[in-house]
């Protein structure tokens, strides 16, 4: 079948970097994507691989091996404002174009 | 503005009683999905559209129906809800294949099916 496993929660502090990994099963494997949802909002996007290797975008960085089934989300010099969900999730492309996300990670950014 | 919008916010209606969540995106994106949210599951996928008259099932069809008759509309139908499909609803859109793979949502529907 398919799924994606992540930590449920991390806790990191002020101006600290923090990794959340993402472990995913997929016959289909299409892409990695990461998602932010704050309380009450709606998930918002922030970076997606297709290939192996790091992408970056300002503050936030993201991995991914697919011999290794694995990605990571770095996020550097955290801000109070991180503190909010993180998803990873997948495309497969196995009799259709689905979509799969991970539980969620609950970051929680300390002064 | 570029943007997915749902109707209505939230929703408190009891078992048996037909409804329709709707959804609309202005991007011209081919890619529309439904997702429900329940705590501790994440996003659960309800069901998706790659594009006009095509739809799918996610990992949680039951109890939903959807329709893609306009590229710009994919409407979410309980024709029969229950209790267990409270929960918060996302409708989310995108491109398909456009090497990078960013879904927009709308801002959720809160169910309640008592």
């Known amino acids: 079948g398919q799924s994606l496993e992540q930590p449920s929660e991390v806790t990191a502090v002020e101006g600290a970097i923090v990794q959340i990994n993402c472990t995913y099963q997929?016959?289909?494997?299409?892409?990695l994507s990461w998602y932010q949802q704050h309380d009450g909002g709606a998930p918002t996007f922030l970076s997606y691989?297709?290939?192996?290797g790091l992408e970056e975008t300002g503050r936030f960085s993201s991995f991914l091996s697919r011999s290794d089934s694995y990605g990571y989300l770095l996020l550097q010099e955290l801000q109070m404002k991180d503190s909010a969900s993180y998803f990873c999730?997948?495309?497969?492309?196995?009799?259709?174009?689905?979509?799969?996300f991970g539980a969620g990670t609950r970051l929680f950014v300390k002064a | 503005e570029a943007q997915v919008t749902q109707n209505p916010r939230y929703l408190i209606t009891v078992t048996g009683k037909k409804l329709t969540v709707t959804c609309s995106q202005n991007m011209n994106h081919e890619y529309m999905s439904w997702y429900r949210q329940d705590p501790g599951l994440g996003l659960r996928q309800i069901y998706y559209?790659?594009?006009?008259?095509?739809?799918d099932k996610g990992d949680v069809p039951e109890g939903y129906k959807v329709s893609r008759k306009e590229k710009r509309n994919f409407p979410l139908i309980l024709e029969s809800p229950s209790p267990n499909q409270t929960s918060l609803y996302f409708c989310?859109?995108?491109?398909?294949?456009?090497?990078?793979?960013?879904?927009?949502f709308g801002p959720g529907t809160r169910l309640t099916v008592t």
């Open positions: 559209s790659m594009n006009v008259e095509v739809t």
């Open positions: 691989n297709a290939l192996d």
């Open positions: 989310a859109s995108s491109y398909v294949g456009r090497g990078r793979d960013e879904q927009y």
């Open positions: 999730a997948v495309r497969d492309r196995t009799g259709g174009f689905k979509t799969i």
């Open positions: 997929t016959s289909g494997f299409y892409g």
